[in-house]
Nanobody
Framework: QVQLVESGGGLVQAGGSLRLSCAAS????????MGWFRQASGKEREFVAA???????DYGDPVKGRFTISKDTAKNTVYLQMNSLKPEDTAVYYC???????????????WGQGTQVTVSS
């Protein structure tokens, strides 16, 4: 089992920045991919970013060039730096761990509880 706890969400004005953190515990060595997804009210959960433990990264088209995913292996923590935030980035952001296709929800076995990000215009 892997436990994931997100933090860092909040309210920010458009154009601002936030950094989300995802602290992993348990059998973290069983998951080779860590990802971030988001779900806006009334919409499907969508892929935001993923990082492979070898270091490779990938991003969803809406956030490319604005968001950066990184990891601190010693702390078992993954970060999502979000810059140039837009109102359409408003959503609950979820951290996930797994070994499957990183751009798909089905590729993940473990999920955090989510953290709310609200971007005001």
């Amino acid at each position: 089992q892997v436990q994931l706890v997100e933090s860092g969400g909040g309210l920010v004005q458009a154009g601002g920045s936030l950094r989300l953190s995802c602290a992993a515990s348990g059998r973290t060595d069983s998951s080779h991919v860590m990802g971030w997804f988001r779900q806006a009210s009334g919409k499907e959960r969508e892929f935001v970013a993923a990082i492979i433990w070898s270091g490779g990264t990938d991003y969803g088209d809406p956030v490319k060039g604005r968001f950066t995913i990184s990891k601190d292996t010693a702390k078992n923590t993954v970060y999502l730096q979000m810059n140039s935030l837009k109102p359409e980035d408003t959503a609950v952001y979820y951290c996930a761990a797994g070994n499957g296709r990183h751009w798909r929800r089905e590729g993940y076995d473990y999920w955090g509880q989510g953290t709310q990000v609200t971007v005001s215009s």
